[in-house]
């Protein structure tokens, strides 16, 4: 990447001319200031941030981007990166990308601003930011995935088996009697490209059950856009009989929806949620949950980037995730009155 040597020579003048048009530019003429500016933008340059405490030797800061602050499995992901980096005396950055891979870019940029030696990197949704951290790693900064990796993403990753998570969601409800069971979010390739929503129809069909249209809609993982969707689909001249809800935040919003709607947990609706967070347990009825290992997988991402920064090669892993059973989910009214009759 350029330096600011680059944009000295470029724009005729000498370093400290360059240094200070960006720190004072009120103490330069105009043509001076606009030469230093246009040679900036023409070699997309970034300011070191860290340059003097770096001569020492390699940096000992790590980026971590999270998806949202809100959703406490990164909060707690982040805890645990950060103790783990601690130990080994290293200090860490924290990003959020809102999911998106278009404001992961501006993160990814402050973050280099920094000096960061790796990335623990969360990807946003979307082909933005592929180049740059492409840029990145060309430029000897480490990159780990975790949580979410984009379709053909050559970086080692840490992550939950997403497909047999959703697979046990599905073959629990399905032993229950539910047939019409429905995802809080259909798989979209830049806005919801989880592998969660996209495996679920498939794994609907290996046991002959179907998504009904009406079902599959385009969301994002947040508890509002739950909420409005839970709401769309119980006004359903056909509901379905179980939800699941695919993060931790979706399964609050699913459940102020019922609730909100004067609908019985689970005599009206069954409801399966990701994330063992502390409520799921607190309300009447506790929530069947699928747990992530967040604390496991946390640990890893971190000692593996540490193995990396140390010259080490290391593996993808991919953790077990695994169902809670708890009230939420009983037998459909359906499938109670056909044992009946």
């Known amino acids: ?133 492409h840029r990145l790693v060309s430029k000897g900064v480490h990159i780990l995935e975790y949580d979410y990796v984009p379709p053909g993403s050559p970086y080692p990753h840490v992550n939950v088996d997403h497909v047999g998570a959703i697979r046990q969601a599905v073959q629990y409800l399905h032993s229950l009697g539910h047939r019409h069971i429905a995802a809080l979010g259909t798989y979209h390739p830049l806005i919801h490209p989880e592998t969660r929503s996209q495996s679920f129809p498939a794994i609907m069909a290996e046991l002959g059950l179907t998504v009904l249209p009406e079902y599959q809609r385009v969301t994002l993982l947040t508890e509002e856009t739950a909420f409005r969707l839970t709401h769309e689909l119980m006004a359903l001249p056909t509901p379905p009989t179980a939800i699941i809800a695919l993060a931790g935040t979706q399964g609050i919003g699913a459940f102020r929806a019922i609730r909100e709607r004067g609908w019985k947990i689970p005599d009206d609706i069954s409801l399966v949620t990701f994330d063992n967070y502390s409520w ?18 946390a640990v890893t991402a971190a000692r593996n980037m540490i193995a990396l920064l140390e010259g080490h090669t290391v593996t993808s892993q991919v953790f077990p995730a695994n169902l809670i059973p708890r009230q939420s989910c009983a037998p459909p009214r359906s499938a109670i009155s056909s044992k009946v009759g």
């Open 1 to 133: 990447m350029a330096t600011i040597q680059d944009v000295a020579r470029l724009a005729g003048v000498s370093p400290t001319t360059a240094k200070r048009a960006l720190r004072e530019p009120d103490k330069l003429t105009p043509d001076t200031l606009a030469r230093v500016q246009a040679a900036v933008q023409t070699l997309a340059y970034e300011p070191d941030q860290r340059a003097g405490s770096l001569r020492g030797g390699q940096s000992r800061t790590i980026g971590l981007t999270v998806a949202s602050i809100v959703e406490p499995f990164f909060a707690e992901f982040a805890r645990t990166v950060s103790r783990t980096l601690g130990e080994a005396g290293y200090t860490i950055i924290i990003s959020e990308i809102e999911y998106t891979a278009a404001r992961e870019v501006k993160e990814l940029q402050r973050l280099y601003g920094q000096r960061v030696a790796g990335i623990l990197l969360r990807p946003g949704y979307g082909p933005e930011s592929r180049a740059y951290i």
């Open 280 to 297: 799921t347990s607190l309300v009447t009825p506790p929530v069947t949950v699928i747990e992530q290992p967040v604390h496991d997988m």
